[in-house]
């Protein structure tokens, strides 16, 4: 997948524990808003490591959906289940589309 945001680790800056730099010098990413005690250091640190994060969720998105489109036993795959006439979403899909929307969501 091609997102656009800075690329490289996101470190949180040694001296000012409020900034995101990029390891790679591409200076800073973000600075977060000195608010209540704890809370802005806790926001650092998840900005910091979005795009691991971002990441992680691709790559295990991609691995658990081809996984379950093989050994569902349910939709056998299709993400579709007729059951009395009726069409449902499959549990999986239904999972894929919330999951989905969160890399949507970090990447459009």
């Known amino acids: 997948m091609n997102t656009q945001h800075t690329k490289g680790e996101w470190l949180i800056s ?3 524990p409020n900034q ?3 390891n790679a010098g591409t200076g800073e990413i973000a600075t977060v808003s000195e608010n209540r005690i ?3 250091e806790a926001n650092a640190k998840l900005i910091a490591a979005a795009p691991e994060l971002l990441m992680s969720l691709i790559d295990f998105h991609k691995q658990a959906m081809a996984e379950l489109k093989k050994t569902c036993k349910y939709c056998e795959g299709t993400g579709s289940i007729n059951h009395n006439g009726s069409n449902y979403q499959c549990a999986h ?3 894929d589309f919330a999951v989905l929307a969160a890399i949507e969501k970090a990447t459009k």
């Open 93 to 95: 899909n239904v999972s």
């Open 14 to 16: 040694p001296i000012h």
């Open 38 to 40: 704890g809370e802005w």
């Open 20 to 22: 995101i730099k990029g």
